[in-house]
């Protein structure tokens, strides 16, 4: 167990927009090992969703099955949650993202759950650009099932069983770009100044917004040989910049000297302000994001922060034409044609 | 000397059976034969039997028509038209003795194909249209046209029929209409003037009854538009793909909002099975009605999801379209064997709820209403229909909607009774011991009605726990639900030879085994067997099921596949000895016949009355 959180809480907590505390966007318990970089992520989470004042219960949050699938217990507790089956989050988000396209779907993976069992699910939720925030929690490796290297491992990182990875990772941002994704960001579980604008960003986004987060396996893959490891991946970051997330209607007022920025502005008018450490990254180009982290991994380095963002991306919903209301709101008089046309079929089969 | 049997005329009792090539625009022209006659008030059952391929290979289509309601499929072929060279030596062989074989004479037939005891008769298909056309796709879409014009003279057809059904069907694009009648009348022509017109085998009008003629699967689209699906997750599969199609025909016509032009629905096409369920899990958890249809491929890759929605409680409608074999099987034949597959679908301690619809008519009620059970029941619902049932045109009782009926969304806590709620909401409480929770939908109240969705084991309150009494104590409700389940379910629909007492023959059936095992029964009473009869229209079984069997000396169970699924399935459930029930099954593919049945039956009754003769006499020497 992570920590023992005392029940109590000073009553004079700072409150957001709506009234509610952090506390009110926390979840149980986490019952994974003490300093998983999971838990940060939740944290990052809760952080995110409390400045951005959103209601708890307008959020529904889905997972898969494996460590990092556990987390959605251990925030939001007031939001519906649902933890589904081995590699088949993005399927059931698909689903219930259609029933009520009101709701924020957050979904949290691990990189076995969506670079292996997942794979297929994961990038054709990524090509509908469903209307999504999907966090990978990515460690490299199995941490349920003890250990076993993932389909992430870097070729020739070492799990703490020392044995070198033989196989060819698979850069899960660099397929959601391939596929088309319309949000892609990389970061890391120990930067969350750097994650919670993205996680942010991410939310405003219309269509699908991919963070890879890599989170350290405290207890199977942080030993020396290993590439996500915390040390080693502190020592390889290199960031695209730095990100803040601005919500609608509030000043920018970010501003660092002597760089390069960009302001992306979001569907609902909130705006992301990046100033850029790589002035050679363009987060508006595809092609640009692709070259750059190609580029950081020729050299060793890990290109962490927001790599790449389409605001004016059409949503699933927008590609099919659906209902504006929710298709969960409506009820017999939209849905059923009622007797008088079911005559007319019948006639037409005669 | 001829080798024909005599011959006496034959009135609305014939099978006719088109031999084409696939891809060749006969599928309309077949149709169009088989609707006259649905038109002239007959009994028709055409089956379409198809080769799981695109163009260029073999595919009949074989129409049954009679004028006493028989729909199942009838073994003997009275007249064949054979439109294709390939499969000509095997078409030759199927008709039966006394029958005619129609063939196209352009080219000489060959000499080793003939028999003497039908009659060929020869009709210059490719000639007539090579004089009268000069497009080369129109020589071979007439040539379909000509042979059903031909056949109306042969078998004395009404020929206004036929027209006003060509009217019909290129209602808007008027320019066809006379050219296909041409194409009609040179057939019709030709035939006159060649023939001794009508043959022996020929139909006459009988007054039209309420019926409408159309697929299953058609009827199962629209069922879910009428039940208020809003979402579709699925994947092609022969031969199921046209449900979801018809759905989505259905909605464009039904489901635009008039004021914004918007869908109200929406259909993904998923990557595979897997997801299609998923989507539909995901639709359903989040209060839209949503649902998947597929084939028994597609049943193995859900089985995971199925699992999943049976133990965390998730309502899901499923449509099962049958198809033949093990793997990929038979894709284009039909079968009824994925029974045991669907029953319990999953690892683990798993059952589902499963439907069988016999009908369209069934397909659509059935459609609708399984909407509903799984709401209610917070399940999974399985309707299993097949091939034969969903890809052919079947005579049917039209669909009825009452008006004044509302959607059962079962047990669902709202804003409102959320607030008023001073006690803590229970995910999975029995709270009115029927075994059925309350569920809350994401997003209805800020501070309370929150759950957390898991396949993993958990507590009332939907918290993980590994409590083995835990465990217990929801698996046992899950039963207690699924006993509830028999009051909701379609309730068996049961026949008697006596409307006074038992007869001795029980026969259990379900599906597309129906229309064979009714007509069986008439058969077997010809025979002097007298037989009661059961349809199973819904699993878990009702009590009445295991009544009917305790209540016959000899009990049959009908099916379609080769392992007795749906008996296995009745001896597992209602615990019974399985020496009570005899097998029927038929599972080469092709709909199962009345003769079959009733041979089947027949032969054990016998040899059993035969044995009890022997014993008999034995005992009294």
Same mark, same amino acid.
């Given at each position: 167990?992570t920590?023992?959180r005392?029940?109590f809480?000073?009553?004079?907590?700072?409150?957001?927009?709506?009234?509610?505390?952090?506390?009110?966007?926390?979840?149980?318990?986490?019952t994974?090992?003490?300093?998983?970089?999971?838990?940060?992520i939740?944290?990052?989470?809760?952080?995110?969703?409390?400045?951005?004042s959103?209601e708890?219960?307008?959020?529904?949050?889905?997972?898969?099955?494996?460590?990092?699938s556990?987390?959605?217990?251990?925030?939001?507790?007031?939001?519906h949650?649902?933890?589904s089956?081995?590699g088949?989050?993005?399927?059931?988000?698909?689903?219930?993202n259609?029933?009520?396209?009101?709701?924020?779907?957050?979904g949290?993976?691990?990189d076995?759950?969506?670079?292996s069992?997942?794979m297929?699910?994961?990038?054709?939720?990524?090509r509908?650009?469903?209307?999504?925030?999907?966090?990978?929690?990515?460690n490299?490796?199995?941490?349920?099932?003890?250990?076993?290297?993932?389909?992430?491992?870097?070729?020739g990182s070492?799990?703490?069983k020392?044995?070198?990875?033989?196989?060819?990772?698979?850069?899960?941002?660099?397929?959601?770009?391939?596929?088309?994704?319309?949000?892609?960001?990389?970061s890391?579980?120990?930067?969350?100044d750097?994650?919670v604008?993205?996680?942010?960003?991410?939310?405003?986004?219309?269509?699908?917004?991919?963070?890879d987060?890599?989170?350290?396996?405290?207890t199977?893959?942080?030993?020396?040989?290993s590439?996500?490891?915390y040390?080693?991946?502190?020592?390889?970051?290199?960031?695209t910049?730095?990100?803040?997330?601005?919500?609608?209607?509030?000043?920018?007022?970010?501003?660092?000297?002597?760089?390069?920025?960009?302001?992306?502005?979001l569907?609902?008018?909130?705006v992301?302000?990046?100033c850029?450490?790589d002035?050679?990254?363009?987060?508006?180009?595809?092609?640009?994001?692709?070259?750059r982290m190609k580029?950081?991994?020729?050299?060793g380095?890990?290109?962490?922060?927001?790599?790449?963002?389409?605001p004016?991306?059409?949503?699933?919903?927008?590609?099919?034409?659906s209902?504006?209301?929710?298709?969960r709101?409506?009820?017999?008089?939209e849905?059923?044609?009622?007797?008088?046309?079911?005559?007319?079929?019948?006639?037409?089969?005669r | 000397?001829?080798?024909?049997?005599?011959?006496?005329?034959?009135?609305?009792?014939?099978?006719?059976?088109?031999?084409?090539?696939?891809g060749?625009?006969s599928?309309?022209?077949?149709?169009?034969?088989?609707?006259a006659?649905?038109r002239m008030?007959l009994?028709?059952?055409?089956?379409?039997i198809?080769?799981?391929?695109?163009?260029?290979?073999?595919?009949?289509?074989?129409?049954?028509?009679?004028?006493?309601?028989y729909?199942?499929?009838?073994?003997?072929?009275?007249?064949?038209?054979?439109?294709?060279?390939q499969?000509?030596a095997?078409?030759?062989?199927?008709?039966?003795?006394?029958?005619?074989?129609?063939?196209?004479?352009?080219?000489?037939?060959?000499?080793?194909?003939?028999?003497?005891?039908?009659?060929?008769?020869?009709?210059?298909?490719?000639?007539?249209?090579?004089?009268?056309?000069?497009?080369?796709?129109?020589?071979?879409?007439?040539?379909n046209?000509?042979?059903v014009?031909?056949?109306?003279?042969?078998?004395?057809?009404?020929?206004?029929?036929l027209?006003d059904?060509?009217?019909?069907?290129?209602?808007?694009?008027?320019?066809? +209409?006379? $050219?296909?009648?041409?194409?009609? /009348?040179?057939?019709?022509? &030709?035939? *006159? =003037?060649?023939f001794?017109? @009508?043959?022996?085998?020929?139909?006459?009008?009988?007054?039209?009854?309420?019926?409408?003629l159309?697929?299953?699967?058609?009827?199962?689209?629209?069922?879910?538009?009428?039940?208020?699906?809003?979402?579709?997750?699925?994947?092609? +599969?022969? $031969?199921?793909?046209?449900?979801v /199609?018809?759905?989505?025909? &259905?909605? *464009? =016509?039904?489901?635009?909002? @008039?004021?914004?032009?918007k869908?109200n629905?929406?259909?993904?096409q998923?990557?595979?099975?897997l997801?299609a369920?998923?989507?539909?899990?995901?639709?359903?958890?989040?209060g839209a009605r949503?649902?998947?249809?597929?084939s028994?491929?597609?049943?193995?890759?859900?089985?995971?999801?199925?699992?999943?929605a &049976?133990?965390?409680?998730?309502?899901a409608?499923l449509i099962?379209?049958?198809?033949?074999?093990?793997?990929?099987?038979?894709?284009?034949?039909?079968?009824?064997?994925d029974?045991?597959?669907?029953?319990?679908?999953?690892?683990?301690?798993?059952?589902?709820v499963?439907?069988?619809?016999?009908?369209?008519?069934?397909?659509?009620?059935?459609?609708?209403?399984?909407?509903?059970?799984?709401?209610?029941?917070q399940?999974?619902?399985?309707?299993l229909?097949?091939?034969?049932?969903?890809?052919n045109?079947?005579?049917?009782?039209?669909?009825?909607?009452d008006?004044?009926?509302?959607y059962q969304?079962g047990?669902?806590?709202?804003?409102?009774?959320?607030?008023?709620?001073?006690?803590?909401?229970?995910?999975?409480?029995?709270?009115?011991?029927?075994?059925i929770?309350?569920?809350?939908y994401?997003?209805?109240?800020?501070?309370?009605?929150?759950?957390?969705?898991?396949g993993t084991?958990?507590?009332?309150y939907a918290?993980?726990t590994?409590?083995?009494e835990e465990?217990?104590?929801?698996?046992?409700?899950?039963?207690?639900?699924?006993?509830?389940?028999k009051?909701?379910v379609?309730?068996?629909?049961i026949?008697?030879?006596?409307?006074?007492?038992?007869?001795?023959?029980?026969?259990?059936?379900?599906?597309?085994?129906?229309?064979?095992?009714?007509?069986?029964?008439?058969?077997?009473?010809?025979?002097g067997?007298?037989?009661d009869?059961?349809r199973i229209?819904?699993?878990?079984?009702?009590?009445?099921?295991v009544?009917?069997?305790?209540?016959?000396?000899?009990v049959?169970?009908v099916?379609?596949?080769?392992?007795?699924?749906?008996?296995?399935?009745?001896?597992n459930?209602?615990?019974?000895d399985?020496?009570?029930?005899?097998?029927?099954?038929?599972y080469?593919?092709m709909p199962?016949?009345?003769?079959?049945?009733a041979?089947?039956?027949s032969?054990?009754v016998?040899?059993?009355?035969?044995?009890?003769?022997?014993?008999?006499?034995a005992?009294?020497?």
């Amino acid at each position: 167990m992570t920590y023992l959180r005392p029940e109590f809480r000073h009553p004079q907590l700072p409150v957001n927009e709506l009234g509610y505390s952090r506390k009110d966007y926390e979840g149980a318990l986490s019952t994974l090992c003490a300093g998983c970089g999971h838990d940060s992520i939740s944290a990052a989470v809760v952080q995110s969703m409390f400045e951005m004042s959103i209601e708890p219960h307008r959020v529904a949050k889905l997972s898969g099955i494996g460590c990092s699938s556990k987390t959605p217990t251990y925030f939001l507790g007031k939001s519906h949650g649902f933890n589904s089956v081995h590699g088949r989050m993005p399927s059931v988000v698909t689903g219930a993202n259609m029933a009520n396209r009101d709701l924020i779907y957050l979904g949290v993976s691990g990189d076995g759950d969506t670079a292996s069992i997942g794979m297929g699910q994961f990038a054709h939720a990524v090509r509908r650009n469903l209307n999504m925030v999907y966090i990978v929690m990515n460690n490299g490796c199995y941490g349920l099932t003890k250990g076993q290297d993932s389909a992430t491992a870097d070729v020739g990182s070492c799990s703490k069983k020392g044995e070198p990875n033989k196989f060819e990772a698979i850069d899960l941002a660099g397929v959601a770009l391939e596929l088309g994704a319309t949000f892609v960001a990389r970061s890391f579980s120990g930067d969350k100044d750097q994650l919670v604008p993205l996680i942010k960003a991410a939310v405003s986004h219309r269509g699908f917004a991919f963070i890879d987060v890599i989170s350290p396996c405290v207890t199977f893959n942080n030993n020396p040989g290993s590439t996500k490891g915390y040390e080693f991946v502190r020592d390889h970051l290199e960031a695209t910049g730095t990100v803040d997330f601005v919500p609608m209607r509030e000043e920018i007022t970010a501003c660092y000297p002597n760089q390069t920025s960009e302001e992306v502005t979001l569907h609902d008018g909130s705006v992301v302000h990046l100033c850029k450490m790589d002035d050679k990254l363009n987060v508006r180009s595809r092609n640009s994001a692709v070259e750059r982290m190609k580029n950081y991994k020729d050299r060793g380095r890990i290109l962490t922060g927001l790599l790449y963002m389409d605001p004016d991306s059409q949503d699933l919903h927008d590609s099919i034409d659906s209902s504006k209301k929710p298709l969960r709101q409506l009820g017999e008089k939209e849905l059923c044609p009622g007797v008088a046309v079911l005559q007319n079929i019948n006639d037409s089969l005669r | 000397m001829s080798g024909i049997p005599a011959r006496t005329p034959v009135v609305n009792d014939l099978v006719v059976k088109f031999a084409n090539v696939n891809g060749t625009g006969s599928a309309s022209a077949n149709n169009l034969f088989a609707k006259a006659l649905f038109r002239m008030g007959l009994s028709v059952s055409p089956k379409n039997i198809f080769p799981s391929n695109i163009q260029g290979l073999p595919t009949w289509y074989e129409v049954r028509v009679n004028d006493q309601g028989y729909l199942a499929r009838r073994e003997g072929v009275d007249i064949m038209v054979s439109v294709n060279p390939q499969s000509m030596a095997k078409d030759v062989r199927e008709v039966k003795p006394g029958g005619y074989f129609i063939y196209d004479n352009s080219k000489p037939l060959d000499l080793r194909l003939m028999r003497d005891d039908i009659d060929f008769i020869g009709l210059p298909l490719t000639r007539i249209c090579l004089e009268e056309y000069k497009d080369a796709r129109q020589r071979q879409l007439f040539k379909n046209v000509i042979y059903v014009g031909a056949m109306a003279a042969l078998i004395n057809m009404d020929f206004s029929v036929l027209t006003d059904l060509i009217a019909d069907q290129f209602k808007g694009k008027e320019k066809l +209409i006379a $050219p296909n009648v041409h194409a009609l /009348e040179l057939g019709f022509q &030709y035939a *006159k =003037r060649n023939f001794t017109c @009508p043959l022996h085998v020929t139909v006459e009008s009988r007054p039209m009854g309420d019926y409408i003629l159309v697929e299953g699967n058609d009827a199962c689209g629209l069922g879910a538009v009428y039940g208020g699906a809003t979402m579709a997750g699925w994947y092609p +599969i022969t $031969p199921s793909t046209s449900v979801v /199609e018809a759905f989505e025909k &259905y909605c *464009k =016509r039904m489901r635009i909002d @008039p004021g914004t032009g918007k869908k109200n629905f929406a259909i993904v096409q998923a990557e595979d099975e897997l997801a299609a369920m998923g989507m539909v899990i995901g639709a359903n958890w989040n209060g839209a009605r949503a649902f998947t249809a597929t084939s028994g491929p597609g049943i193995s890759l859900m089985s995971e999801f199925l699992g999943l929605a &049976y133990f965390a409680e998730i309502p899901a409608v499923l449509i099962d379209v049958q198809r033949a074999g093990p793997s990929t099987g038979m894709p284009t034949r039909t079968q009824q064997s994925d029974v045991l597959a669907c029953a319990y679908a999953s690892h683990g301690d798993t059952k589902h709820v499963l439907v069988f619809p016999s009908t369209p008519k069934e397909c659509f009620d059935m459609t609708a209403q399984s909407f509903d059970l799984a709401e209610q029941l917070q399940t999974p619902i399985i309707m299993l229909t097949d091939l034969d049932l969903g890809m052919n045109d079947n005579m049917s009782e039209p669909f009825e909607w009452d008006e004044n009926r509302t959607y059962q969304r079962g047990k669902v806590f709202n804003a409102e009774q959320l607030e008023s709620m001073s006690e803590r909401f229970g995910r999975y409480l029995d709270v009115d011991g029927d075994g059925i929770p309350y569920r809350t939908y994401p997003g209805t109240h800020p501070t309370k009605g929150a759950f957390f969705t898991r396949g993993t084991s958990r507590d009332e309150y939907a918290v993980y726990t590994e409590d083995g009494e835990e465990y217990v104590a929801n698996m046992e409700r899950l039963l207690k639900k699924f006993e509830t389940a028999k009051s909701y379910v379609p309730a068996p629909v049961i026949t008697r030879a006596n409307a006074k007492a038992n007869a001795p023959v029980g026969i259990l059936h379900f599906g597309t085994s129906m229309h064979a095992t009714l007509e069986a029964v008439d058969l077997l009473a010809g025979e002097g067997i007298a037989a009661d009869t059961c349809r199973i229209r819904a699993f878990p079984f009702a009590d009445e099921i295991v009544d009917f069997i305790n209540s016959h000396e000899q009990v049959f169970v009908v099916e379609q596949n080769r392992d007795a699924q749906m008996r296995t399935l009745l001896v597992n459930e209602c615990d019974l000895d399985p020496r009570r029930l005899n097998k029927v099954l038929n599972y080469n593919g092709m709909p199962i016949t009345a003769r079959f049945v009733a041979d089947a039956v027949s032969a054990v009754v016998n040899k059993s009355s035969g044995s009890q003769r022997k014993k008999a006499a034995a005992a009294k020497a």
